[in-house]
């Protein structure tokens, strides 16, 4: 067979239909060409890679822009989504990745040894929390509104004490018992409590604003 021939052949047998289309490999939901300083590694090895280059701290989106500079192609619209779950996977499995501030990634072996420490015990206590929910333990403060503190309420606000004194007899803010009066009214000792109903915050009322843990 010619030369010509041969070509023509193979030609006609890459575009038949039906014919199983190559795709590069995929690691971590993102397509990897076969060329780059990083081939072969899956988007995880290669960001603990560069982090080992560049030996400090990375946000993610400078790991994603090294990484597609050097053959990682994203498959989704969101990379840095993408690359931070890969990226949360390793340090919980590798435990050689942490991810310091937001929105960037270090590893453990640049850290102080008293860096170190409080992470492990940050890690420790957020797995024991999750751990306790699990369980069923709550977690936080004991609620200072139990139903004998509600029994006592009910009482003096029967005998014609004023909210303000009613509350500060049992322990609790006036606030708080301004904002459980309703159900408190409609509640009867025997009862499951908390008493089911309406919210305690008014509906015109905004929830209490939670202030950020830096």
């Known amino acids: 067979m010619s030369a010509t021939a041969l070509l023509s052949r193979l030609s006609r ?3 038949a239909p039906g014919t199983p289309k190559q795709e590069a490999p995929k690691f971590d939901g993102m397509t990897v060409q076969s060329h780059g300083k990083y081939a072969k590694m899956s ?3 290669a960001a603990v ?3 080992k280059e560049s030996r400090r701290s990375q946000r993610t989106i400078d790991i994603a822009n090294e990484l597609s500079s050097n053959g990682y192609e994203f498959s989704g619209n969101n990379p ?3 690359l931070t779950r890969a990226l949360l996977r390793r ?3 590798d435990r050689d990745l942490l991810k310091v501030g937001y929105g960037s990634w270090c590893l ?3 850290l102080s040894s008293k860096e170190n420490a409080a992470f492990e015990h940050k890690a420790r206590t957020s797995r024991g929390m999750r751990d306790a929910a699990k369980r069923g ?3 936080g403060a004991k609620a ?5 503190v509600a029994v006592k309420l009910k009482e003096q606000i029967a005998a014609g004490a004023s909210a303000r004194k009613a509350s500060e007899s049992v322990g609790i803010s006036c606030t708080t018992f301004t904002k459980w009066k309703e159900r408190i009214d409609a509640w009867t000792p025997g009862q499951p409590w908390p008493p089911e109903g309406p919210s305690p915050w008014h509906e015109d009322q905004a929830a209490p604003r939670l202030r950020a843990v830096k």
């Open 13 to 15: 047998t890459i575009s």
């Open 43 to 45: 988007v995880a090895e």
């Open 49 to 51: 890679a560069f982090l």
């Open 80 to 82: 840095g989504a993408a």
């Open 91 to 93: 340090s919980t499995s």
């Open 108 to 110: 453990r072996e640049f």
């Open 137 to 139: 333990t709550k977690i």
């Open 144 to 148: 200072k509104l139990t139903e004998a």
